[in-house]
């Protein structure tokens, strides 16, 4: 089956960093996307699986806080943090991962080679080195890769995964996975 001319290889990456446009207000580094984070899968021959953005589908575009911007990045993400904890915010995000997971499995079913995950470091819930919590960025994952990295590891799946921020050498991240 699929003896085709795809690549049979898959990374699963952050919604906010194809689409800058779903993260809270104050925090975009770029118009639209990573492009270097597109380009280098693309040139690569690795099909980008976009995962659900756990705040925009939990909390909405704005967060539940209209005036976000005005707080430090850090101050606000460890309120995002802390109101995703709420237990039917929990139980969605729960539900969240497990979509992720699935897809997971599914590909690996068949085969495909899931070459890693890309976070977004600092983010209260898709950060895989530093999260934000205590009004500061601490080293540890954010709630929705917790969720992930715990199911997985109930199906004995290992995923590569790197975390990045518009600051980091990207290509130099990224290659690590190649």
Not at 73 to 86: D, F, L, Q, Y
């Amino acid at each position: 089956m699929f003896h085709d001319k795809r690549s049979k290889k898959v990374v699963f990456i952050a919604h906010c960093l194809l689409n800058q446009n779903s993260i809270s207000d104050g925090t975009a580094v770029y118009p639209a996307a990573f492009k270097e984070v597109i380009d280098f899968f693309l040139n690569s021959d690795v099909g980008i699986v976009q995962m659900p953005c756990p705040e925009f589908c939990c909390l909405g575009l704005d967060r539940g806080n209209i005036y976000g911007a005005d707080s430090p990045v850090v101050v606000e993400n460890t309120r995002i943090r802390s109101a995703m904890k709420n237990d039917s915010l929990n139980i969605k995000l729960a539900g969240l991962a497990d979509l992720v997971v699935q897809q997971i499995v599914e590909y690996k079913k068949y085969g495909f080679e899931v070459i890693g995950m890309i976070g977004a470091n600092r983010s209260p819930n898709c950060g895989i080195d530093t999260t934000s919590d205590y009004n500061a960025e601490i080293n540890g994952m954010g709630l929705f890769v917790e969720k992930i990295v715990k199911r997985l590891s109930e199906e004995n799946i290992s995923v590569p995964m790197i975390g990045i921020k518009g600051t980091d050498n990207i290509r130099e991240k990224l290659q690590q996975l190649i």
